[in-house]
């Protein structure tokens, strides 16, 4: 009896808040068991929000409000068979708002999640599917040994093995997938199906693997913090520069692939591609380094970036022009341009950069700004960032870190936005004051919710300042606002308010079109426009039309094509959706069933 009272004595109670969410997954589990979702219904605030990614929808979805999250129980519990829902350490409360992490499993998969309680009731509900059962990674204890300790004549060694996939993949046997585009969002899924040996080619027209950065303009870093910027399973060194140079991520990336094992055709160019809808298969025409391969997989991804094909806009006279004209995308260095005259058109991110490279080279460089941008100080930007030593010192992985961005549904995401861009205003006002006053047109996004709400609405509006700001405050970068190019004459740019710029370089630094045009240059038109924009949320806000869509167009999830998949956006979103991406990939593979809940129809073609 005495062991018994110190057992129980040295027990530790659980706490209030962790019951509170243990109660609400016990019974969310049981009325979903009893198929009664009218009383599952009943355990979310009329204001709230299930975001699923993939665990029940097949699909990244966010239902918004009780009728839609009835709707999607309605359709998806009955195949998902969801059970096992477990609170996952300690609950926390934060004011009036009570959360906690939690496991689940459904009959294809084990997943991880994440709630938000309010006077009981859910506010936010994650669901993350986290693997697929019986198709699990092989990591940590289920590692393969790596060699047969058993003498044999016929044995082959790892480097012969990894050297006759590298010549039979894609000639002898199909890739089950291939990847158009070899830049950090292609890497990291095929790096994600490489784990879950799903054969995969990755298509790259450059001549080495992170060429896509060295073939950039000579001052480019990383605008985000090197936190932020793991590829997956492979951290940087702990002591990399907190802003990543270009021709160091392009090595970091072309080592990545050996490392990783991963079937990168280089200097290879993709022709055209084709869908047959008997077989399920796709014919994509290569062009690697002179000879035409035809490959045949099941699956496509396109992963060109986040953006389509580069905008050039149609100026009068500029066939006339004399001197370089190029788009943003081809500008490499400003050396050649010493005590040149220089126009930059557009105000966004490479515009800032390229203008700064000019005037570090000496060059007389004009920015030729048509509408507002939005510019953050980049040291404000990241204050208070998650993805920071402090997160490591915490003990939290980039991984957590990850799960814990996804957990804020996009219908919410604006109302914290503006709060931290109120925050950096009011921090940097006498910054923004200064920047005003040399004319430079300012903004904080259509309803004030700063650079991030651009960024996912429309993917361009914004300039990371690191550096340029200055110049322009400074007046050693010169500025027209208010003003476009009205036409080009052999030797000039003349504006839409008449006056007229001597030029000897002509930049124009005017963004990029939606992903779906790669599909339209590649596949066909037809396709792109069956697929319809890529990137924005239907938040009705400027370049981003609604209707309100939640998350964002066909990114990382089916589309309206059959075997089409679209992987882009920054290093943090290549490294987390390409988890989500490459498990949907191996279910097909695997043939389990994937039956999609609420793809999206069509409303925008690019």
Same mark, same amino acid.
């Given at each position: 009896?005495?062991?018994?009272?110190?057992?129980?004595?040295?027990?530790?109670?659980?706490?209030?808040?962790?019951?509170?969410?243990?109660?609400?997954?016990?019974?969310? !589990?049981?009325?979903?068991?009893?198929?009664?979702?009218?009383?599952?219904?009943?355990?979310?605030?009329?204001?709230?929000?299930?975001?699923?990614?993939?665990?029940?929808?097949?699909?990244?979805?966010?239902?918004?409000?009780?009728?839609?999250?009835?709707?999607?129980?309605?359709?998806?519990?009955?195949?998902?068979?969801?059970?096992?829902?477990?609170?996952?350490?300690?609950?926390?409360?934060?004011?009036?708002?009570?959360?906690?992490?939690?496991?689940?499993?459904?009959?294809?998969?084990?997943?991880?999640?994440?709630?938000?309680?309010?006077?009981?009731?859910?506010?936010?509900?994650?669901?993350?599917?986290?693997?697929?059962?019986?198709?699990?990674?092989?990591?940590?204890?289920?590692?393969?040994?790596?060699?047969?300790?058993?003498?044999?004549?016929?044995?082959?060694?790892?480097?012969?093995?990894?050297?006759?996939?590298?010549?039979?993949?894609?000639?002898?046997?199909?890739?089950?997938?291939?990847?158009?585009?070899? +830049?950090?969002?292609?890497?990291?899924?095929?790096?994600?199906?490489?784990?879950?040996?799903?054969?995969?080619?990755?298509?790259?027209?450059?001549?080495?693997?992170?060429?896509?950065?060295?073939?950039?303009?000579?001052?480019?870093?990383?605008?985000?913090?090197?936190?932020?910027?793991?590829?997956?399973?492979?951290?940087?060194?702990?002591?990399?520069?907190?802003?990543?140079?270009?021709?160091?991520?392009?090595?970091?990336?072309?080592?990545?692939?050996?490392?990783?094992?991963?079937?990168?055709?280089?200097?290879?160019?993709?022709?055209?591609?084709?869908?047959?809808?008997?077989?399920?298969?796709?014919?994509?025409?290569?062009?690697?380094?002179?000879?035409?391969?035809?490959?045949?997989?099941?699956?496509?991804?396109?992963?060109?970036?986040?953006?389509?094909?580069?905008?050039?806009?149609?100026?009068?006279?500029?066939?006339?022009?004399? !001197?370089?004209?190029?788009?943003?995308?081809?500008?490499?260095? !400003?050396?050649?341009?010493?005590?040149?005259?220089?126009?930059?058109?557009?105000?966004?991110?490479?515009?800032?950069?390229?203008?700064?490279?000019?005037?570090?080279?000496?060059?007389?460089?004009?920015?030729?700004?048509?509408?507002?941008?939005?510019?953050?100080?980049?040291?404000?930007?990241?204050?208070?960032?998650?993805?920071?030593?402090?997160?490591?010192?915490?003990?939290?992985?980039?991984?957590?870190?990850?799960?814990?961005?996804?957990?804020?549904?996009?219908?919410?995401?604006?109302?914290?936005?503006?709060?931290?861009?109120?925050?950096?205003?009011?921090?940097?006002?006498?910054?923004?004051?200064?920047?005003?006053?040399?004319?430079?047109?300012?903004?904080?996004?259509?309803?004030?919710?700063?650079?991030?709400?651009?960024?996912?609405?429309?993917?361009?509006?914004?300039?990371?300042?690191?550096?340029?700001?200055?110049?322009?405050?400074?007046?050693?970068?010169?500025?027209?606002?208010?003003?476009?190019?009205?036409?080009?004459?052999?030797?000039?740019?003349?504006?839409?308010?008449?006056?007229?710029?001597?030029?000897?370089?002509?930049?124009?630094?005017?963004?990029? +079109?939606?992903?779906?045009?790669?599909?339209?240059?590649?596949?066909?038109?037809?396709?792109?426009?069956?697929?319809?924009?890529?990137?924005?949320?239907?938040?009705?806000?400027?370049?981003?039309?609604?209707?309100?869509? !939640?998350?964002?167009?066909?990114?990382?999830?089916?589309?309206?094509?059959?075997?089409?998949?679209?992987?882009?956006?920054?290093?943090?979103?290549?490294?987390?959706?390409?988890?989500?991406?490459?498990?949907?990939?191996?279910?097909?593979?695997?043939?389990?069933?994937?039956?999609?809940?609420?793809?999206?129809?069509?409303?925008?073609?690019?």
């Amino acid at each position: 009896s005495t062991n018994f009272l110190r057992g129980k004595a040295m027990s530790k109670p659980i706490n209030k808040p962790t019951q509170q969410i243990t109660d609400w997954l016990t019974l969310f !589990g049981s009325t979903l068991e009893q198929g009664d979702f009218t009383a599952a219904v009943g355990l979310f605030s009329s204001e709230s929000y299930w975001r699923d990614l993939i665990a029940f929808t097949w699909n990244i979805k966010t239902a918004e409000g009780q009728a839609d999250i009835e709707a999607m129980l309605t359709t998806t519990v009955a195949h998902a068979e969801p059970s096992g829902w477990r609170i996952e350490g300690e609950a926390k409360s934060n004011g009036d708002l009570t959360e906690a992490w939690f496991t689940f499993e459904t009959v294809a998969a084990r997943g991880q999640g994440h709630i938000r309680l309010k006077a009981g009731l859910c506010q936010t509900l994650l669901t993350a599917m986290q693997e697929l059962k019986g198709f699990e990674e092989k990591k940590g204890r289920k590692r393969v040994l790596g060699i047969q300790h058993v003498a044999s004549k016929n044995r082959k060694n790892w480097l012969t093995l990894r050297q006759q996939e590298e010549s039979e993949l894609g000639y002898n046997q199909q890739p089950y997938c291939v990847i158009i585009g070899g +830049g950090q969002g292609g890497i990291a899924l095929a790096a994600r199906l490489r784990r879950l040996a799903v054969p995969t080619i990755i298509v790259e027209k450059n001549e080495r693997a992170g060429d896509s950065w060295r073939n950039r303009y000579d001052s480019l870093c990383l605008h985000d913090q090197v936190w932020q910027n793991d590829l997956p399973y492979l951290p940087y060194p702990d002591d990399w520069p907190v802003f990543i140079p270009k021709d160091k991520m392009g090595d970091w990336l072309e080592v990545y692939t050996k490392i990783m094992e991963l079937n990168y055709w280089s200097s290879t160019e993709c022709k055209g591609a084709s869908y047959n809808d008997e077989t399920g298969t796709w014919q994509v025409t290569v062009e690697r380094k002179g000879e035409m391969v035809v490959l045949q997989p099941k699956q496509l991804v396109l992963a060109t970036g986040m953006s389509g094909m580069p905008k050039m806009p149609d100026i009068p006279g500029a066939d006339t022009f004399k !001197g370089t004209l190029i788009h943003s995308s081809r500008y490499t260095t !400003g050396r050649e341009f010493k005590r040149k005259q220089c126009v930059v058109l557009g105000s966004n991110n490479s515009a800032h950069d390229i203008c700064a490279d000019l005037w570090e080279n000496d060059a007389d460089v004009t920015m030729v700004q048509r509408s507002s941008t939005l510019v953050a100080r980049s040291e404000t930007l990241f204050l208070g960032s998650s993805y920071s030593e402090d997160s490591l010192e915490a003990g939290l992985s980039m991984e957590q870190v990850d799960m814990i961005a996804a957990t804020t549904p996009y219908g919410l995401m604006h109302i914290s936005e503006q709060q931290s861009s109120q925050s950096m205003q009011k921090q940097d006002a006498d910054f923004y004051r200064r920047l005003t006053e040399a004319g430079f047109l300012l903004d904080f996004g259509d309803d004030a919710s700063g650079l991030y709400m651009k960024y996912v609405r429309r993917g361009s509006g914004y300039y990371i300042d690191v550096g340029a700001s200055v110049l322009i405050i400074q007046g050693e970068i010169k500025l027209r606002s208010r003003v476009s190019v009205a036409r080009i004459t052999a030797d000039s740019v003349i504006l839409t308010d008449g006056s007229e710029l001597p030029a000897d370089l002509i930049v124009f630094a005017t963004g990029y +079109g939606s992903m779906n045009g790669w599909a339209g240059c590649l596949i066909s038109q037809d396709v792109a426009e069956k697929v319809g924009q890529c990137w924005g949320l239907g938040s009705k806000t400027k370049y981003d039309p609604g209707p309100w869509e !939640g998350e964002l167009r066909n990114m990382w999830k089916p589309t309206q094509q059959p075997g089409l998949w679209f992987h882009g956006g920054n290093l943090q979103q290549s490294r987390f959706y390409s988890q989500h991406l490459s498990l949907q990939i191996k279910a097909r593979m695997a043939g389990i069933s994937t039956p999609v809940y609420g793809m999206e129809k069509v409303h925008h073609l690019g």
